[in-house]
């Protein structure tokens, strides 16, 4: 679903011809997201002033109807159009070249036939990046730690939404409604979700003195988000429902953000594929991580020209929100005190697809500016009706220069295209050289195991290893985790419900530990609690007591 919306916002950065505004409304200032290829000036000068240069002959049609022509030899042809009117915004004449308008018009001609193409090509961009993640943690993080990388479907979603719609008054309704809903199973989307929105629309609304804009709508939309997951939540607690945690937020000490951000650097490369999980030699992961390396170093430079951007007040909106957004998960990480090991690379995993998604949309720009023979910048904002028009250009020499971009834009674009399917490829020949021959057993099969010949099929255990065993087994042994407390073992609330811990519902006749992780319990706890069990099972990494009672009564949570 990630991928699908990932791909989807980036497809649709090529649509500007058809998001432009309607004739008459050329004079109105881009104030909606719109970057400086999307006003509706452009259009109007763009499709009053066109050019053919199919037999040698360059025509221009003027704002009056008039033409001026050149021939392809190169023969200076000059001709004198007057449109009556002023600009709007100073009352004075102004003056447009010819030669300008008809490469214009080529190039205008040549962005709509590869709108499609450069949709799709910037969408397998986005795709290399995020489908094919690195084997060890990078699979372990992106595919079986589903918390933090499925929060993206509902960022996505909102983005998706703001940069379609973005003309309908229900948006902002829309866009709090699915943040709020996303915020209620992760409270990381309040953090990348709605605080960035805010941000970013706010500053928006400010820099124009628009405060009844969609910027403004929004802003409001993105707070509105944060009181409804609240309120959500609350009333979830109220009707017996379930219990969200509340994340811990406070800074570390300065000293330790250097080493912090060197471990949230590893992190990446783990997201971004680029690390080498030691599982074949050298050399093979070698070529397999330098395959990878281009996604991360495209989306490292989409994001500095993005952050570039906002600081300047250019940025598109969606653009500026997914940078800012991407700032705040790895900022948080880096000067947060959450706990931060490489097992905790999923706490920046929704950084991953906002990263895909901008460099596609930045690959998009590309293939539009006037280096590949997209449509180029016009000098000012001219009106339909208010064009006074002086032209002494050889049009022909124009018209042959627009064609030579194009052509020069088409074939980069084919290169890129090209070097892409290679990269695709490659990474699709990581997946098979990776992927076991046999399914791994699940962690703790052993202890499993042994808990399925002696007949014990509900106990207390350790965090980690109880899901892994209640899942691995079909709930044929089930383990709720635990915490160690002060000298005791404690129900612990993360991803539990207090059901699971009744002594009148449950029969719990054993403890199951894992030796390497005492936060979750340990043997002195048990046997300050329990006193001594009737049998006692240890294994490499496990040790399982055996009890002739019912463990869960008097058994106290944390909830």
């Known amino acids: 679903m990630a991928v699908w919306l990932a791909c989807s916002i980036t497809r649709n950065r090529t649509t500007t011809l058809a998001d432009r505004p309607k004739p008459g409304t050329g004079d109105r200032p881009a104030t909606d997201g719109d970057d400086?290829?999307?006003?509706?000036?452009?259009?109007?000068?763009?499709?009053?002033?066109?050019?053919?240069?199919?037999?040698?002959?360059?025509?221009?049609?003027?704002?009056?109807?008039?033409?001026?022509?050149?021939?392809?030899?190169?023969?200076?042809?000059?001709?004198?159009?007057?449109?009556?009117?002023?600009?709007?915004?100073?009352?004075?004449?102004?003056?447009?070249?010819?030669?300008?308008?008809?490469?214009?018009?080529?190039?205008?001609?040549?962005?709509?036939?590869?709108?499609?193409?450069?949709?799709?090509?910037?969408?397998?961009?986005?795709?290399?990046?995020?489908?094919?993640?690195?084997?060890?943690?990078?699979?372990?993080?992106?595919?079986?730690?589903?918390?933090?990388?499925?929060?993206?479907?509902?960022?996505?979603?909102?983005?998706?939404?703001?940069?379609?719609?973005?003309?309908?008054?229900?948006?902002?309704?829309?866009?709090?409604?699915?943040?709020?809903?996303?915020?209620?199973?992760?409270?990381?989307?309040?953090?990348?979700?709605?605080?960035?929105?805010?941000?970013?629309?706010?500053?928006?609304?400010?820099?124009?003195?628009?405060?009844?804009?969609?910027?403004?709508?929004?802003a409001i939309a993105g707070l509105a988000s944060v009181a409804m997951s609240h309120a959500g939540i609350w009333l979830i607690e109220r009707v017996g429902g379930l219990h969200a945690p509340r994340p811990p937020i406070q800074l570390s000490p300065v000293s330790e953000w250097p080493d912090r951000a060197a471990t949230v650097g590893r992190m990446a490369a783990i997201l971004f594929g680029t690390t080498r999980p030691a599982v074949h030699a050298r050399w093979v992961e070698g070529v397999l991580q330098a395959v990878h390396l281009p996604g991360l170093v495209l989306a490292i430079v989409a994001l500095s020209l993005t952050v570039i951007a906002v600081l300047r007040g250019t940025a598109d909106r969606v653009d500026a929100v997914l940078a800012v957004a991407i700032v705040c998960d790895i900022g948080a990480e880096i000067v947060s005190t959450l706990p931060i090991d490489l097992l905790a690379t999923r706490e920046i995993a929704p950084a991953l697809p906002m990263s895909a998604v901008l460099a596609g949309r930045l690959i998009v720009r590309w293939l539009r500016s006037p280096a590949s023979g997209a449509l180029p910048p016009v000098p000012g904002a001219i009106p339909r009706t208010s064009i006074a028009a002086s032209v002494s250009i050889p049009a022909a020499n124009s018209v042959?220069?627009?064609?030579?971009?194009?052509?020069?834009?088409?074939?980069?674009?084919?290169?890129?295209?090209?070097?892409?399917?290679?990269?695709?490829?490659?990474?699709?020949?990581?997946?098979?050289?990776?992927?076991?021959?046999?399914?791994?057993?699940?962690?703790?099969?052993?202890?499993?195991?042994?808990?399925?010949?002696?007949?014990?099929?509900?106990?207390?255990?350790?965090?980690?290893?109880?899901?892994?065993?209640?899942?691995?087994?079909?709930?044929?042994?089930?383990?709720?985790?635990?915490l160690s407390g002060p000298g005791k073992l404690v129900g612990m609330c993360w991803q539990t419900h207090d059901d699971m811990y009744d002594a009148a519902k449950h029969d719990a006749r054993f403890v199951l530990l894992e030796k390497q992780r005492p936060m979750y319990g340990t043997p002195a706890d048990v046997l300050q609690q329990y006193g001594q069990p009737i049998t006692r099972r240890d294994f490499p990494a496990y040790v399982i007591f055996v009890y002739d009672r019912n463990l869960l009564d008097g058994f106290t949570t944390t909830c």
Do not use: M
């Not at 799709?120 to 589903?146: E, K, N």
């Open 400 to 482: 042959r220069n627009g064609v030579h971009g194009v052509v020069a834009g088409q074939r980069l674009a084919r290169a890129g295209r090209g070097l892409l399917a290679v990269v695709l490829a490659a990474q699709l020949v990581t997946l098979v050289a990776y992927a076991p021959p046999r399914a791994e057993p699940i962690e703790g099969q052993e202890a499993a195991n042994w808990l399925l010949q002696q007949g014990l099929r509900y106990g207390l255990g350790s965090y980690w290893v109880s899901n892994n065993i209640t899942v691995g087994t079909s709930r044929k042994v089930t383990v709720v985790p635990t």
């Open 36 to 218: 400086a290829s999307t006003t509706g000036d452009r259009t109007d000068v763009a499709s009053d002033l066109t050019a053919s240069a199919a037999d040698g002959t360059a025509t221009t049609a003027t704002a009056d109807g008039t033409a001026a022509t050149a021939t392809a030899d190169g023969t200076a042809a000059t001709a004198e159009v007057t449109a009556t009117g002023r600009t709007a915004a100073t009352g004075q004449s102004r003056t447009v070249p010819v030669g300008f308008s008809s490469s214009a018009g080529l190039r205008v001609g040549a962005g709509e036939q590869r709108g499609a193409a450069g949709g799709w090509l910037a969408a397998a961009i986005t795709l290399a990046i995020l489908a094919v993640p690195a084997p060890g943690l990078g699979y372990q993080t992106l595919l079986s730690s589903p918390n933090h990388t499925g929060s993206a479907v509902p960022l996505l979603l909102a983005w998706l939404l703001v940069e379609l719609v973005r003309d309908r008054a229900w948006l902002p309704y829309v866009v709090a409604t699915v943040l709020a809903w996303g915020a209620l199973g992760d409270p990381l989307i309040t953090f990348v979700g709605a605080a960035p929105l805010v941000i970013v629309t706010a500053l928006r609304a400010l820099r124009r003195r628009d405060f009844r804009g969609l910027d403004a709508r929004l």
